[in-house]
């Protein structure tokens, strides 16, 4: 059953088929992919601008680290999770509590993230 108040959701990639495969996953969820972005300074202003439920980052882009997209979202309180080919050494400490999950990876685990961290809305009264 498809929730009838979909979460809204950042997505942070610059690999296109990586890219179209979250925005589809997410989807499947019952979420709202509202932007897709493949360079960190084009996230960080539309953050400023719009809120979202929840944010998927690869920690490396097109402009660099995605640190200061994270940072970002850490100051909204909005939940995010990584997503990269790189380890969990490539992140700035104060985000390693953050969960990653590596490239490639299975349909299920990053489920399992999404599930965990998209918030429950209240149905419409």
Request: proline share 7%; with cysteine.
């Amino acid at each position: 059953m498809t929730d009838p108040t979909p979460r809204s959701v950042l997505i942070l990639e610059d690999e296109a088929l990586v890219s179209l495969m979250l925005e589809d996953l997410v989807r499947e969820m019952g979420a709202r992919v509202i932007d897709v972005f493949a360079a960190a300074s084009d996230a960080l202003r539309a953050i400023a601008s719009r809120s979202y439920d929840l944010a998927v980052l690869d920690v490396v882009v097109r402009d660099g680290m995605c640190t200061s997209v994270a940072d970002a979202l850490d100051e909204r309180g909005i939940p995010f999770l990584f997503s990269s080919a790189v380890g969990a050494d490539a992140l700035e400490p104060r985000h390693r509590d953050r969960p990653l999950v590596t490239k490639p990876f299975e349909d299920s685990v990053l489920r399992g993230h999404l599930a965990a961290l998209l918030p429950r809305k209240p149905l419409p009264t």
